[in-house]
């Protein structure tokens, strides 16, 4: 069983990856999104850049490019986003494993038997079956001439469920009986791996009281316990959505207030600041207060990289309390080490 966490492609999500122990390397299989930004002036280059600073040594990286606009960025037969990831990646030394769907027009899909010959790290297909899922599922026919289209056998494929966002516990019992539905649609071959992934957080922080903290359900990882109770066969990999919302985030805005969104067994803690210090000085305040809260791991900053952030800035020993990057970073640091220890321990996350 491996953790799958689909992590917006950002410099936050690259820094916690980089700064992963090895036992969570090791139990991890990451997707990263391409995150359009209008404000980058080579978004595909920095993406790849920050792959080759930050991504661990022989990690294959999972690469989402659907929220990308399929322009030609290169010449030849073909040259869109997916090639020119392939190519500059492959000069970086960092493996690439492309995601595809069902629905992907033929130039896509050329793309992605490109960058699939180019890595030799076969594919991932991610099949959408929450609210953004198209009616109804593949016939075989057409699951046959994807695989031909991409020249490669199902056993090199890892599939993908993506239940998309549960807004609430009883939307949650509809979205997981569709991804058990579309896991029992698609069970006639031989994936490389099978997952079903969800995502809980809120879209922001709009409206969380400050000064506190305040609880938020992994409805993801109840999901994802339900399916697998239900299903046939051992083997069902967990996914999430990190410590983020499953949809593409719009532009940022302006300065978040300090906050920190903390993983526990059951739930997210998230802990919001009101801004009344200079700079981000009060996420010492909001540090000292979460080490010193019962949400605090017996393992301390041993947990993760991040939790060793957390305590510094506690102990005010950083200069800096960091910005929204790092509080990303960090917190999704200790999110990959928690669920990574839970699924190894636990059997779920």
Not at 115 to 131: E, M
Not at 140 to 153: E, F, W
Not at 197 to 221: M, Y
Request: with cysteine; proline share 9%; aromatic share 6%.
């Amino acid at each position: 069983m491996a953790y799958v966490p689909i992590l917006k492609g950002k410099e936050g999500e690259f820094l916690a990856l980089g700064h992963a122990a090895p036992e969570v390397r090791t139990g991890i299989r990451p997707v990263m999104e391409v995150v359009p930004d209008p404000d980058l002036r080579d978004l595909l280059e920095t993406f790849c850049d920050h792959a080759m600073e930050y991504v661990p040594n022989g990690m294959v990286l999972t690469v989402d490019c659907g929220a990308l606009p399929s322009v030609r960025v290169l010449q030849g037969d073909v040259g869109g986003p997916i090639v020119r990831l392939a190519e500059s990646l492959g000069l970086r030394g960092v493996p690439l494993c492309p995601v595809i769907r069902v629905t992907d027009p033929d130039e896509v899909l050329a793309e992605a038997a490109y960058a699939i010959a180019q890595h030799q790290q076969g594919a991932c297909l991610r099949v959408i079956t929450g609210a953004d899922a198209c009616a109804g599922q593949p016939d075989g026919r057409q699951i046959h001439a994807l695989l031909d289209a991409l020249q490669v056998d199902p056993e090199e494929v890892d599939l993908l469920i993506d239940a998309g966002p549960i807004p609430s516990a009883r939307r949650r019992e509809e979205l997981a009986e569709a991804a058990l539905t579309a896991l029992k649609w698609f069970s006639g071959r031989p994936w490389r791996t099978e997952c079903v992934a969800s995502g809980a957080f809120p879209v922001n922080l709009a409206g969380f009281p400050r000064g506190q903290a305040t609880p938020v359900a992994r409805e993801d990882a109840r999901l994802w316990q339900q399916v697998a109770a239900q299903r046939d066969g051992d083997g069902l990999d967990f996914g999430d959505f990190g410590i983020t919302h499953p949809r593409m985030p719009p532009p940022s805005r302006g300065t978040p207030d300090p906050n920190m969104r903390y993983t526990t067994a059951d739930d997210w803690q998230v802990f919001v600041y009101p801004r009344t210090r200079s700079g981000n000085d009060d996420f010492f305040m909001l540090s000292r207060d979460l080490v010193a809260s019962p949400y605090w791991p017996p393992t301390g900053a041993g947990t993760s990289w991040g939790d060793a952030q957390l305590q510094a800035c506690a102990r005010h020993e950083r200069p800096k309390a960091g910005g929204g990057r790092e509080w990303r970073a960090w917190a999704t640091s200790h999110h990959l080490a928690v669920v990574t220890s839970n699924l190894e321990t636990l059997g779920h996350p």
